[in-house]
């Protein structure tokens, strides 16, 4: 069975650029949440999809950052536009349930020059 | 506010030896306390989770201690193997819907 897969591994972006990150989660997995990783510390949670429905967006900036999840099933992370302090790993997780155990793909380093 | 704190940053640990990582949090309504388990270039994965209804759980060379009245939990790697260099996160949620809250990471390292 697949994993979670995330594209690009890697981006290497101006300051002001947009750039974008694509998730396909586990085959029947509802939940999907995407994390941002700082180098040296553990995940922070962005957004959390519950099908299509964005049910924890709290800790998105959303003056910069969108997610959509159309159809349900895989993802996009926009960030419109990127700043330094962007900079880090963007972490795509599934899970079967909202309490269920969280798969995470390989993730997306971001690099903002 | 970091609701779950980690303790190392960093451990070495010489192999065959423990490794012991610590966890503290505050909000009481945390029920699930997974460990995830992190390489260089991939993402967290799911090592050894405990609910607090029981003090102690494991799998393998992996032990969760659970101290609810203390609000800690660790983990404890037996016999440890160069293998298990990575980095590692607690984490903690109230069960139901709210997503996972992960500690800060402790890196790893077992040598030889």
């Known amino acids: 069975e697949a994993g979670v897969v995330q594209s690009p591994r890697y981006k290497i972006i101006e300051k002001k650029q947009p750039v974008a990150f694509w998730c396909n989660p586990i085959?029947?997995?509802?939940?999907l949440y995407w994390y941002r990783q700082n180098l040296g510390q553990g995940p922070e949670l962005l957004i959390r999809y519950e099908n299509e429905e964005a049910v924890d967006d709290s800790q998105l900036p959303k003056d910069r950052f969108s997610a959509e999840r159309l159809k349900g099933v895989d993802s996009t992370l926009k960030i419109q536009p990127a700043e330094l302090g962007d900079s880090a790993v963007y972490l795509c997780?599934?899970?079967?349930?909202?309490?269920?155990?969280?798969?995470f793909g390989e993730g997306s380093r971001l690099t903002v020059l | 506010q970091q609701q779950v704190k980690q303790s190392p940053q960093s451990l070495i640990v010489q192999k065959g030896g423990i490794s012991i990582i610590n966890c503290a949090y505050e909000?009481?309504?945390?029920?699930?306390f997974p460990w995830y388990q992190q390489f260089p270039g991939k993402g967290p994965a799911l090592l050894i989770a405990?609910?607090?209804?029981?003090s102690e759980k494991k799998e393998g060379r992996f032990t969760i201690s659970f101290n609810k009245s203390a609000k800690q939990f660790s983990l404890h790697i037996m016999d440890s193997q160069p293998g298990d260099s990575a980095t590692y996160f607690c984490a903690a949620t109230p069960l139901g819907n709210t997503p996972l809250v992960f500690g800060k990471g402790t890196r790893l390292s077992v040598i030889a």
């Open positions: 405990i609910r607090p209804d029981v």
């Open positions: 997780a599934s899970s079967a349930r909202q309490d269920g155990e969280l798969f």
């Open positions: 909000n009481t309504a945390f029920d699930y």
């Open positions: 085959s029947g997995h509802n939940t």
